[in-house]
């Protein structure tokens, strides 16, 4: 009989044994449902026949039996028939249980193993399957590294495509700088890269070191490239204090900020800078390092490195900075205009105060010098003003003085304090009564009347909102401030100051010229007629004593070049000029009669050599007799004529007013005690009128304020 395990389940035979169809029939596929034809009484296929056990043998039980459909038509108690045992056997196959334990009666018996060929067969099946495994991870991880180090390299020419050649960056050209001083060596402006002298690590106090150390970078002796530990330390210091007292860039990654890259800020730049860190500390030691920074980090004001931060701020070398100077300069990186002491002193001062606080949590300091050193913060005293239309002046005048490319250090003439005195002067008036006569814009000079050193210069209302300089540049109708030119060809002619001239109406051709007042009196003096700035007696002194051509080579002898129509209308003052220019002829009305030429430079060095400079020697471009004469004539103006405004009593004044038709321009030009001329200028630069502004209100008033003002041993 069959053993009851048998896995083929279509058809279970008790007391006799069917056969299964062969395996390797065609028609196997169809067995399982043939016999179950043939059981039910149904015709199976030829086809199928061969295939199917031969004979179909009842059993000694006398049926076939399938547990696929169990016998209805029997019962099921055991009692009822005697083939009751074989049903219960037939319930029994039936039960899972039954299955799963076997009959009743019989131990369960354990699964045989394998043979040991079967043993060694599924070994070495399993050593097959793990060797595939570790060759496709193999596979795997070569096709990785491939593709990583293609992507890497892609990116790495990507950020490396336009990076600049170290070697070449650290000797790249610079911009020559330029230091303007006043007449107390006070540095006052800047132009170029201000670079001091290079100095060894080994040169510099070691004061200096310590505080950019401490400040900059705590573990710059102990870290690599990058420092992580510094990078967390100055997030939680920053957060800690809620604002930011610590950066997180070594002093190696400024350096290649420094000398290297923009300042953008991406992705791209950041790569870079990591890239060039790493090289500079590849190829550079630590106090290398340390030396380039401070040679060429930047420090305000122009200032590159320590040494010219030095002269810039404390006037003096690097070598001799003592502590707190040092202290000062090495907070300066992180916001050089905000800690720059000539802009803030208050912020500078603190700024400095925290530095020592770091070189003591760095032990380069005790607390005790600490406190002593910050005691002694005391900021050499600095320009008080910009004085930017003169530094710009004065920038373009040096350079025909200096060697192609040389560092300089020039000495000016300017006076800082008599800058500044024009400077708060000039915007009062035009905030004050300026803005309400439509008033936007003026001009200032003030200038040794016996040199032509301008020691002031203001070129306009703002120079942040206009650099166009007013003093220089600017050309306009200087009105009647012209006629002095006309009485001195007078003078010259052999007129007199008491001579006469007739203020009656006169025509020229198809010009009438009026006066400002109205009526006539017949003769005046010519100094009366240049007090009350008379017109028509202007144009009949021109007229009688040269004409035209006479007036304009006046003033060209006296400096005033430009181009002037040779007709009788020059008399007053119809053709432009500059407020420079007509300052500096003034002038030589006061000194005796000398030419002068206005003058910005008095030395100076390039590369550490002094510049030659010439002085310009001012000719006699009067007699003595006639410069007497002509501010003679001018102190009339200020004491009695037009000028009044600019009196100042206890001094000599002595100028001439002038107004332009409709009131565009109004100018003032005189001299105190003969020594300083000062030239005035108001208007506006679009030609618009002002109201009612004549050269005797404003603009003199302007002058009176300025010259008052004034220190006796400036003036």
């Not at 009851?4 to 169809?30: L, Q």
């Not at 950019?212 to 573990?219: H, Q, Y």
């Not at 009347?449 to 200087?478: E, H, L, W």
């Not at 000719?619 to 103006?637: F, G, H, K, S, Y």
Request: hydrophobic fraction near 40%; include cysteine.
């Amino acid at each position: 009989m069959r053993d009851w395990r048998n896995k083929d389940r279509n058809w279970i035979m008790m007391g006799a044994c069917v056969t299964s169809a062969p395996r390797h029939c065609k028609e196997h596929v169809f067995i399982s449902s043939s016999i179950r034809s043939v059981l039910s009484g149904a015709v199976v296929p030829s086809s199928v026949q061969p295939c199917l056990p031969q004979p179909l043998t009842p059993a000694p039980c006398g049926f076939i039996h399938t547990p696929l459909m169990p016998r209805q038509d029997q019962p099921r108690s055991r009692t009822a028939r005697p083939d009751a045992r074989y049903r219960a056997d037939q319930d029994a196959v039936q039960d899972p249980d039954f299955i799963r334990r076997g009959p009743p009666g019989r131990a369960k018996r354990r699964p045989s193993p394998p043979p040991p060929s079967s043993r060694r067969k599924g070994k070495a099946a399993k050593e097959s399957v793990a060797s595939r495994q570790k060759w496709r991870w193999l596979r795997w991880g070569i096709m990785a590294l491939i593709w990583g180090g293609l992507t890497a390299a892609v990116f790495l020419v990507y950020f490396a495509w336009d990076l600049p050649r170290p070697e070449e960056a650290l000797d790249a050209p610079r911009r020559p700088s330029l230091i303007l001083r006043d007449q107390e060596g006070l540095t006052f402006a800047t132009y170029g890269d201000v670079v001091g002298e290079s100095l060894r690590l080994g040169d510099m106090p070691r004061a200096m070191q310590e505080a950019a150390v401490s400040v900059e970078d705590r573990r710059f002796w102990s870290h690599g490239a990058i420092d992580p530990i510094g990078i967390a330390r100055a997030i939680w210091v920053n957060l800690s204090s809620g604002r930011l007292r610590q950066g997180g860039s070594t002093i190696t990654q400024q350096v290649a900020k420094t000398l290297f890259l923009s300042n953008e800020r991406t992705l791209r730049r950041k790569v870079q800078e990591l890239m060039l860190t790493i090289w500079l500390s590849e190829h550079f030691t630590r106090q290398e390092i340390l030396e380039i920074w401070l040679n060429r980090v930047y420090l305000g004001a122009g200032a590159w490195g320590v040494d010219a931060a030095a002269h810039v701020y404390f006037g003096i070398s690097a070598r001799h900075l003592n502590i707190w100077q040092a202290a000062m300069l090495a907070g300066l990186p992180r916001a050089p205009s905000r800690f720059n002491p000539r802009v803030d002193p208050t912020a500078a001062i603190a700024r400095t105060r925290e530095v020592l606080q770091a070189m003591v949590e760095t032990h380069a300091l005790t607390a005790a010098q600490a406190s002593a050193e910050a005691a002694k913060i005391s900021f050499r005293q600095q320009a008080p003003t910009g004085a930017p239309w003169f530094a710009d002046w004065a920038a373009e005048r040096a350079q025909s003085l200096l060697p192609q490319g040389a560092d300089a250090v020039i000495r000016t003439t300017l006076d800082s304090h008599i800058q500044s005195i024009a400077e708060a002067r000039l915007t009062a008036m035009l905030d004050g009564p300026g803005a309400a006569a439509n008033v936007h814009e003026a001009a200032v000079v003030v200038m040794d009347a016996r040199t032509g050193a301008v020691r002031a210069m203001v070129g306009g209302a703002d120079y942040r909102r206009s650099s166009f300089n007013r003093a220089t540049i600017m050309r306009r109708q200087p009105g009647s401030s012209f006629k002095p030119f006309v009485w001195l060809v007078a003078m010259e002619n052999g007129e007199e100051p008491d001579d006469t001239v007739s203020d009656a109406p006169i025509r020229v051709g198809n010009w009438s010229p009026s006066n400002y007042e109205p009526g006539s009196v017949g003769d005046i003096t010519l100094e009366t007629a240049l007090a009350h700035s008379v017109n028509t007696a202007a144009v009949r002194l021109l007229l009688r004593d040269g004409g035209p051509a006479a007036v304009i080579e006046a003033a060209h002898r006296l400096g005033v070049e430009d181009s002037f129509p040779r007709n009788a209308s020059i008399a007053l003052g119809t053709a432009d000029a500059g407020l420079l220019e007509m300052t500096a002829a003034y002038a030589s009305f006061f000194n005796g009669g000398y030419r002068v030429t206005p003058r910005a430079i008095e030395a100076g060095t390039a590369d550490h050599r002094p510049i030659q400079i010439t002085a310009p020697v001012g000719e006699a471009v009067m007699t003595p007799e006639v410069a007497r004469d002509m501010a003679r004539m001018l102190q009339a103006v200020v004491a009695r004529g037009t000028g009044r405004a600019a009196a100042i009593p206890g001094h000599a004044v002595g100028g001439k007013t002038g107004t332009t038709q409709d009131y565009r321009d109004a100018w003032f030009i005189g001299c105190i005690d003969d020594r300083t001329v000062i030239g005035v200028w108001v208007g506006n630069d679009d030609r618009t009128p002002m109201r009612n502004i004549t050269g005797g209100s404003l603009p003199a008033r302007l002058f009176h304020d300025i010259a008052a003002a004034l220190p006796p041993t400036r003036n």
